[in-house]
């Protein structure tokens, strides 16, 4: 499978790359990645300063304003466009929103589409922001936030991985998770907070891996090497 992958607030592709080096590892090599960075220049992300230099660039993807998230969601489709077809996306905390937002949309808007060939065809969410309503994010300039009450909003297989210890993501990783197809979901909660499970943890590392094969082979997409 080809993955669009897109990284966290404050950070880069080149970061995610490393968040994600051992699950990767573990996924196999039949699968492709693209890191792209986000467009908002922004300082690094507190949680791993000291890691990483703080001079170097360090992005968003969207800004607080609801002009900024949906201009995102815009350069999204150009991207997709631009550089796809893609077979998933691996989005990582404030990227959830991004990733939920097309997936929505396309579920609202093209609805035959999103059943029967949609653009990413498995979505895993590492540590998710609440989603938001993208069709009125865009015709209307109002932010709704999206949960369980909503029904089901996306139906394409998804995993939901986020920390035990992760006191305010986690609920909102919670959310995102009840807006998808119970059906096709996979969720696993991990023993650390705000992170990816890395090599340090290997029954946080292999749970994960675990529920993301679970979920890439639910959506019945051919493999390339």
Same mark, same amino acid.
């Given at each position: 499978m080809r993955f669009?992958?897109?990284?966290?607030?404050?950070?880069? @592709?080149?970061?995610? /790359? &490393?968040?994600? &080096? =051992?699950?990767?590892i573990e996924l196999g090599d039949s699968h492709t990645y693209e890191f792209v960075d986000g467009v908002v220049p922004a300082k690094?992300?507190?949680?791993i300063e000291g890691l990483f230099p703080?001079?170097?660039d360090y992005?968003?993807?969207? @800004? /607080?304003?609801?002009e900024s998230k949906a201009q995102a969601l815009k350069d999204l489709d150009d991207l997709i466009e631009q550089d796809g077809p893609f077979d998933g996306v691996i989005s990582f905390s404030h =990227?959830?929103?991004? *990733?939920?937002?097309?997936? #929505?949309?396309?579920?609202?808007?093209?609805?035959?589409?999103?059943?029967?060939?949609?653009?990413f065809k498995v979505a895993?969410?590492?540590?998710? +922001?609440? =989603? +938001?309503?993208? +069709?009125?994010?865009? /015709?209307?300039?109002?932010?709704?936030?999206?949960? &369980?009450?909503?029904?089901?909003? #996306?139906h394409i297989p998804t995993a939901h991985i986020w920390g035990k210890d992760d006191a305010t993501w986690g609920a909102e990783s919670k959310s995102v998770a009840g807006i998808c197809d119970p059906e096709k979901r996979m969720i696993f909660i991990?023993?650390?907070?705000?992170? #990816?499970?890395? *090599?340090?943890a290997k029954s946080d590392l292999?749970? =994960?891996?675990?529920?993301?094969?679970?979920?890439?082979?639910? *959506?019945?997409?051919a493999q390339c090497a």
């Open positions: 669009l992958c897109l990284h966290g607030r404050g950070t880069n @592709g080149q970061i995610l /790359e &490393a968040q994600t &080096a =051992a699950i990767r690094l992300a507190p949680e703080a001079n170097d992005f968003d993807y969207y @800004g /607080e304003s609801i =990227a959830g929103v991004l *990733a939920t937002a097309f997936l #929505i949309r396309e579920a609202k808007l093209y609805p035959t589409k999103h059943l029967l060939d949609p653009t895993i969410f590492f540590s998710s +922001v609440q =989603a +938001v309503d993208p +069709v009125l994010l865009m /015709e209307s300039g109002t932010q709704k936030f999206l949960n &369980a009450s909503n029904g089901t909003l #996306i991990h023993s650390g907070g705000h992170e #990816i499970p890395g *090599a340090k292999y749970g =994960a891996v675990h529920s993301i094969r679970r979920t890439v082979d639910a *959506a019945g997409v």
